[in-house]
């Protein structure tokens, strides 16, 4: 293992001023400037240009980050396929230890990384926390089973004895990683990490609003023994380099909009070159007639509220059975109520900050125009400037209507709409409505009677008595997206060998395909098909 690479100066980022900043939320939040100057010069970037990163706890600068062209983005990549030559050759063995060494800084690490998440994104320390923590579970994976992922396998050849086939896993190349804001840690991180376990290299477009945390990942790669140029990142704006990421890399892993998603298909459909999308979804939560109500209710807090509903996989609509509505929404507004409310970095915050202006603005037009057109506010429903310049209540509808915005569209906010239902069957096909099919939610007592309905459910993960959690941190399973929540899958054997090809290499002994011993064609073609007949009655495949 090659030793750590210019290490990050011991202590946390922040800058402790006169008033307390874990808990005030008048507190002002302000980053070291080395610590800053040392995460960005891991930047390619060479234009000049700066743009800010505002904290969204109190709207103020973080920290202002150097800026990527075109010309950058290319030299990202020569430095990448530089280092992938050399990479490509270095045993699974020693890939797999980086990644443990990876774990344990992560680990050691939690504290620094949890507080840049914070001031980046604005959201809850509870949910910072899940950051990290899935990092750690992802590099510990990954290491333990390369091989069963990566090694060389025999397949059956044609011709038992004479016929060796195996299959290889051979790397893309050089993978482009387009990662969105939301989860800034996980995102930038995630999808890379069985890439470069799987011999490639990587370049990375993190979003611009939270690239300081994206660059303490990289930076948290070097120490842990990855060659200098394996990880490559580019800063700016997604019309500016985002395709020019596309138009060099050797596959593409995006996870952002719908809208985006289906141009980044297209770009790689003509280059003729894989992608895969995690993309948007609107997504379902079944409360049956036998659920446990009150784990249905905290459930329905974490799957609703966690990370402000900024969560590609949170529940926007809830289904629930007439037999047990009125006294689930009873329990469910209760627990909702009853959440501590905050932007500051304390442990104690059951909800964060929105991240931006945009997704405020988004968030109060849905609500809005939900209320304007008869939705009934159960609780939440407005702003909370006193919290936060973005801060939007834990909201809870009713009475949503297909004319109504949120009905259909994906709000991306800590908004969610209650629906009843009589019969399961209907309850599945409303949960099957419209175009997403990204995650679902099902309670029930009845584990084998939920399993069987979730096989009928449109969607990449469903979790049984679980908000997301459980389906998320199991990385041994696949997940990802149906319909236009997204094609291919993160996690598990499907989320690394997306970033290989197959190859196989077939050895062939004493007999050839073709006619032998001055035999002819057509006596050659009777033998082939007596073979095959005996073979059939052999049971071979």
């Known amino acids: 293992m090659a030793p750590p690479q210019?290490?990050?100066?011991?202590?946390?980022?922040?800058?402790?001023?006169?008033?307390?900043?874990?808990?005030?939320?008048?507190?002002?939040?302000?980053?070291?400037?080395?610590?800053?100057?040392?995460?960005?010069?891991?930047?390619?970037?060479?234009?000049?240009?700066?743009?800010?990163?505002?904290?969204p706890l109190d709207g103020a600068p973080l920290a202002h980050i150097p800026q990527s062209s075109e010309d950058d983005v290319a030299e990202a990549f020569v430095r990448a396929r530089r280092a992938q030559a050399a990479w490509a050759r270095t045993p699974i063995d020693e890939r797999a230890a980086m990644l443990l060494r990876l774990h344990d800084l992560v680990l050691e690490?939690?504290?620094?990384?949890?507080?840049?998440?914070?001031?980046?994104?604005?959201?809850?320390?509870?949910?910072?926390?899940?950051?990290?923590?899935?990092i750690a579970l992802t590099a510990r994976y990954y290491a333990r089973t390369a091989h069963r992922h990566l090694d060389t396998r025999r397949r059956l050849g044609v011709v038992p004895g004479l016929t060796r086939v195996e299959v290889n896993r051979v790397?893309?190349?050089?993978?482009?990683?387009?990662?969105?804001?939301?989860?800034?840690?996980?995102?930038?991180?995630?999808?890379?990490?069985?890439?470069?376990?799987?011999?490639?290299?990587?370049?990375?477009?993190?979003d611009a609003q939270t690239m300081l945390t994206a660059l303490l990942g990289a930076r948290l790669l070097d120490e842990a023994g990855f060659p200098k140029g394996l990880w490559q990142v580019v800063a700016g704006g997604g019309p500016e380099i985002g395709g020019p990421i596309v138009q060099r890399a050797d596959y593409v892993c995006f996870t952002g909009s719908t809208a985006t998603g289906r141009l980044i298909a297209a770009q790689c459909a003509e280059?003729?070159?894989?992608?895969?999308?995690?993309?948007?979804?609107?997504?379902?939560?079944?409360?049956?007639?036998?659920?446990?109500?009150e784990k249905a209710a905290e459930g329905a807090v974490r799957a609703s509220f966690s990370n402000a509903g900024q969560l590609c996989v949170?529940?926007?609509?809830?289904?629930?059975?007439?037999?047990?509505?009125?006294?689930?929404?009873?329990?469910?507004?209760?627990?909702?109520?009853?959440?501590?409310?905050?932007?500051?970095?304390?442990?104690?915050?059951?909800?964060?900050?929105?991240?931006?202006?945009d997704q405020l603005d988004t968030v109060a037009a849905h609500v809005d125009d939900a209320v304007?057109?008869?939705?009934?506010?159960?609780?939440?429903?407005?702003?909370?400037?006193?919290l936060g310049p973005y801060y939007y209540e834990p909201t809870i509808l009713e009475g949503v209507t297909p004319e109504m915005t949120c009905f259909g569209r994906e709000t991306f906010g800590p908004v969610v709409s209650l629906?009843?239902?009589?019969?399961?069957?209907?309850?599945?096909?409303?949960a099957n409505d419209g175009d997403y099919g990204l995650n679902a939610s099902i309670y029930s007592q009845d584990g084998d009677r939920a399993r069987a309905i979730a096989r009928h459910v449109r969607c990449g993960t469903v979790n049984i008595n679980e908000a997301f959690g459980a389906t998320f941190a199991s990385i041994d399973s696949p997940m990802g997206g149906m319909r236009e929540s997204g094609m291919g899958r993160r996690q598990g054997s499907e989320g690394i060998h997306r970033y290989t090809e197959s190859q196989s290499v077939a050895t062939q002994r004493l007999i050839r395909f073709a006619p032998m011993l001055g035999m002819?064609?057509?006596t050659y073609a009777k033998m082939m098909t007596a073979n095959l007949t005996i073979m059939k009655k052999l049971g071979r495949a």
């Open 271 to 293: 280059r003729l070159i894989g992608c895969s999308l995690e993309l948007g979804g609107k997504n379902p939560l079944l409360v049956l007639r036998d659920a446990d109500l």
């Open 520 to 522: 002819s064609d057509e």
């Open 419 to 430: 629906y009843r239902f009589h019969d399961e069957a209907d309850a599945v096909a409303r």
């Open 171 to 206: 790397p893309k190349g050089v993978v482009g990683i387009i990662s969105p804001w939301n989860y800034p840690f996980t995102m930038a991180l995630c999808d890379g990490l069985p890439a470069l376990l799987a011999g490639n290299a990587v370049v990375t477009k993190p």
């Open 6 to 55: 210019n290490p990050m100066p011991a202590g946390g980022p922040l800058v402790e001023g006169p008033a307390d900043p874990e808990h005030d939320p008048t507190a002002v939040y302000a980053l070291e400037p080395d610590y800053v100057a040392g995460l960005t010069s891991r930047l390619v970037a060479t234009t000049g240009r700066t743009a800010a990163v505002r904290s």
């Open 109 to 134: 690490r939690q504290d620094e990384i949890i507080d840049l998440t914070v001031l980046e994104s604005g959201k809850a320390r509870k949910h910072a926390f899940d950051e990290p923590l899935h």
């Open 314 to 357: 949170s529940m926007e609509r809830m289904f629930v059975a007439d037999q047990v509505y009125d006294r689930f929404v009873e329990r469910f507004v209760a627990r909702t109520q009853a959440m501590t409310l905050g932007a500051t970095l304390a442990w104690e915050n059951d909800m964060g900050s929105l991240i931006s202006q």
């Open 372 to 386: 304007a057109k008869g939705a009934r506010v159960l609780t939440g429903g407005r702003a909370r400037p006193d």
